[in-house]
């Protein structure tokens, strides 16, 4: 079965609710469990644009439409560009998303004393805008990465500004969101107006089974036709059968109980909980193996009862308990 589409927000594109997020794939290092395992250790980069390559292809196969970036996601730009570049047809169907605010400083090492540097001022928007920009036409999203209160860019006037020019070139405007207060980042957000008209076009926020607080901030978001692209709908692979923490046991096996009912993995059953709120126009996997993407889209064909919706309900963490444990995981 197809992935099923949907208007993505009050942009004129309709996209299918799967897309592919490239956070793992552009550098030798990331938080996700057994990221390093994934890449097999071979961090070459041309080994590693070969395997990007394999996978936005199998995507697109597979019906996926929408690629995520963002500066500091290593050479993730690069790749998904010369991969544009070789496949000119499959390009024109392609919408990309990428961001800006974070930037890249592990030297294309897995550890690193910072892998990746935050400031969400004009001059990094304009240096990484520099850049960002070879993906267009494609790149039709341009998203502050990980806005907060502290960063203070939802109070940046100049670089409000500046990004009202970018959307009066056609670019949708967005920003994703990070930690306990996303739903409180996203109310303020919703406030911003430029000439009097909402700035923000799109919010991409962590929303899954253990972490479903800031639900209602997107539906009211979506309400209002911003669009709501998910990220971390795995929490960065906890919720898929490689978490064996025993601790995590008895949520595991609930979790597998409810998979093996609909013949699917962890991972696809938590990707359809997801999907079940229309608010969550798209859901972004972020594999970086073939069969875990294969494993991930057959989410699409899961149908979840309003009983077995409730059961995964009572799985979620306490918020501050979530995001501590994220904090806690390794680069790798
Ligand atoms: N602040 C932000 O803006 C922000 C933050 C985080 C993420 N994002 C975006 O969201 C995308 C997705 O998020 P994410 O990658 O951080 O986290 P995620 O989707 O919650 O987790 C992905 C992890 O789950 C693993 N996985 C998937 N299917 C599996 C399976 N069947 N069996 C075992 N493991 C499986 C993947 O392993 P493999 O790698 O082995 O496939 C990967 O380690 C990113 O690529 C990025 O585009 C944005």
């Known amino acids: 079965m197809p992935i099923p589409t949907t208007p993505f927000g009050s942009t004129p594109l309709r996209l299918p609710r799967l897309g592919l997020g490239l956070a793992a794939l552009g550098r030798p290092g990331y ?3 057994g990221h ?3 890449l097999e250790a071979n961090y070459e980069v041309a080994a590693m644009e070969r395997r990007t390559h394999e996978m936005l292809g199998l995507a697109f196969d597979k019906g996926v439409r929408y690629f995520d970036a963002a500066r500091s996601y290593g050479k993730a730009e690069d790749f998904l560009l010369s991969w544009l570049q070789e496949h000119p047809e499959k390009a024109a169907e392609v919408t990309v998303g990428s961001k800006w605010g974070y930037t890249y400083t592990a030297g294309w090492k897995v550890e690193a004393e910072e892998h990746e540097v935050k400031e969400h001022s004009l001059e ?3 240096r990484q805008w520099k850049l960002s ?7 039709k999203l341009y998203q502050i990465h990980s806005a907060t209160f502290r960063s203070g860019v939802l109070e940046n006037t100049e670089v409000l500004n500046r990004l009202a020019t970018l959307k009066a070139e056609g670019v949708a405007i967005g920003l994703s969101l990070s930690g306990a207060d996303q739903q409180q980042v996203l109310a303020r957000a919703m406030e911003v107006e430029i000439d009097g008209k909402r700035l923000f076009d799109a919010v991409q926020a962590t ?15 979506a309400g209002r036709g911003m669009a709501v692209i998910i990220k971390e709908a795995l929490a960065n692979g906890r919720l898929t059968a490689r978490h064996n923490d025993p601790a995590f046991t008895p949520k595991r096996l609930v979790l597998k109980r ?3 009912n609909h013949g699917v993995g962890i991972d696809a059953l938590a990707l359809a909980y997801v999907l079940r709120f229309p608010w969550a126009h798209l859901v972004l996997s972020g594999a970086a193996r073939a069969e875990h993407l294969l494993s991930n889209l057959r989410a699409a064909n899961v149908a979840l009862s309003d009983g ?12 501050e308990a979530y995001w501590e444990e994220r904090s806690g995981l390794a680069w790798n």
């Open 258 to 260: 409810l998979a093996d």
């Open 207 to 221: 929303f899954n089974i253990l972490e479903p607080s800031a639900g209602r901030q997107l539906q009211d978001a």
């Open 124 to 126: 990094v928007l304009e």
């Open 308 to 319: 077995e919706v409730e059961e995964l309900n009572r799985l979620a963490m306490p918020v």
């Open 36 to 38: 390093g395992e994934d």
């Open 133 to 139: 920009k070879r993906l267009l036409p494609y790149l």
């Open 31 to 33: 938080i996700n469990l």
